[in-house]
């Protein structure tokens, strides 16, 4: 029953674009730096600001990816990681809506996960059990 989870072709497509959010950050972070991240900006910010911003970048990219790995095994872990991990992607990113209105992309991904999760989410609490489909 779990490989029946983890083909379910929406959750799959959830995980697809946790992936490439996860990479994402994570590239911002491999090219930034803690003092750097300003670079990317269209507005100066303080080196508090960019230090900030390049924590919350690594810290969400690691987390989206171990979310999105345990939501393709079709984990309970994977279900609630993601779900913690969407809301603090979106309260990340209402916070750099204050910075830059192109924060306001990071809330698709986020977005979409909770609706779909929700939507799927007897699946992943009662997984393994008869009752589950």
């Known amino acids: 029953m779990m490989a029946s989870m983890a083909r379910d072709k929406i959750v799959v497509f959830v995980s697809f674009l946790w992936i490439v959010q996860s990479v994402g950050r994570l590239c911002f972070v491999a090219f930034g ?31 989206g990816l171990i979310a999105a790995l345990g939501l393709l095994a079709g984990q309970k872990w994977g279900f609630w990681s993601t779900i913690l991990t969407s809301f603090a992607t979106i309260a990340f990113d209402l916070w750099g809506l204050t910075i830059q209105f192109t924060a306001a992309i990071g809330l698709v991904v986020p977005t979409i996960s909770i609706i779909v999760l929700y939507a799927r989410k007897r699946k992943f609490l009662l997984n393994g059990r008869k009752d589950a489909f």
């Open 33 to 63: 730096t803690p003092e750097g991240m300003g670079q990317f900006l269209d507005t100066p910010i303080s080196p508090t600001t960019s230090i900030m911003l390049f924590a919350m970048f690594l810290l969400l990219g690691v987390l």
